[in-house]
């Protein structure tokens, strides 16, 4: 069963406006992590936003904000001011466990949304 | 301003050649990845060290895959021999695990090896 799930392949904003990305998870752990990275046409993967499954708030980032539901195994991406350099690809990810666990270290990928900011 | 670096960024080589990937970790950072991504798989983890051990590597064909860390400032990905299906983008990352009960740390990821076998 997938893990992550990511409903959109594709997404077009406004320069300026803001946008959602979605990005829902299962699993059965009560300790987990979720990350959003992205991903330019350039290649690199560069981590944006993390949230602990303990965390009472929802974790913000300078224009990133991940919009946390945990009773709907939900971490939306929110980019607010969408930038032309926000095109990208976005990757939603989880780590399930805790650090006394020895799957702890293994992050499981998205299928990732493909972000396009139109001028 | 601390990078993960990869050599080569490209490689084109024929079936049944070895190839090998180098990783130069962030300094400091005790675990390093290595992950491959296609369009069809999209990312996949297929070895990770902590502190130079190997943790797992499950995730790799272990027939023809290897990974190494000779030293901590160096981890290596080799394929032999290769094949056209090993075709893609290989990125290594490295983190610090922190000693937290829900400890979190991010991977921070090289620019890549684009991996292409004809």
């Known amino acids: 069963a997938q893990k992550i799930t990511q409903t959109q392949p594709g997404m077009f904003v406004q320069e300026k406006e803001a946008v959602t990305l979605d990005c829902t998870y299962d699993?059965?752990?009560?300790?987990?992590?979720l990350f959003w990275y992205k991903q330019p046409s350039s290649g690199e993967m560069i981590f944006l936003i993390y949230?602990?499954?303990?965390?009472?708030q929802n974790a913000t980032e300078g224009r990133y904000s991940l919009n946390f539901q945990k009773a709907r195994k939900s971490a939306n991406l929110v980019i607010s001011a969408s930038q032309l350099g926000d095109s990208a690809m976005y990757f939603c990810a989880m780590r399930e466990g805790n650090a006394f666990k020895t799957s702890y270290d293994k992050v499981i990928f998205g299928p990732g949304t493909s972000l396009s900011v139109i001028p | 301003d601390a990078r993960v670096t990869q050599t080569p960024r490209h490689k084109v080589t024929e079936m049944g050649q070895e190839v090998t990937m180098r990783c130069q970790p962030i300094?400091?950072?005790?675990?390093v990845f290595w992950y491959r991504q296609t369009m069809m798989q999209g990312l996949e983890l297929l070895a990770y060290?902590?502190?130079?051990?190997?943790?797992?590597d499950s995730g790799m064909p272990k027939d023809r895959f290897s990974a190494e860390m000779p030293d901590a400032t160096l981890a290596t990905l080799k394929i032999q021999p290769s094949e056209p299906r090993d075709s893609a983008v290989y990125f290594c990352a490295s983190g610090h695990a922190r000693q937290l009960p829900e400890g979190a740390y991010e991977q921070y990821f090289g620019p890549g090896t684009r991996l292409t076998v004809t």
């Open positions: 300094l400091g950072h005790n675990t």
């Open positions: 060290f902590r502190n130079r051990a190997p943790l797992d």
């Open positions: 949230q602990g499954s303990y965390d009472q």
């Open positions: 699993t059965s752990d009560p300790s987990y992590g």
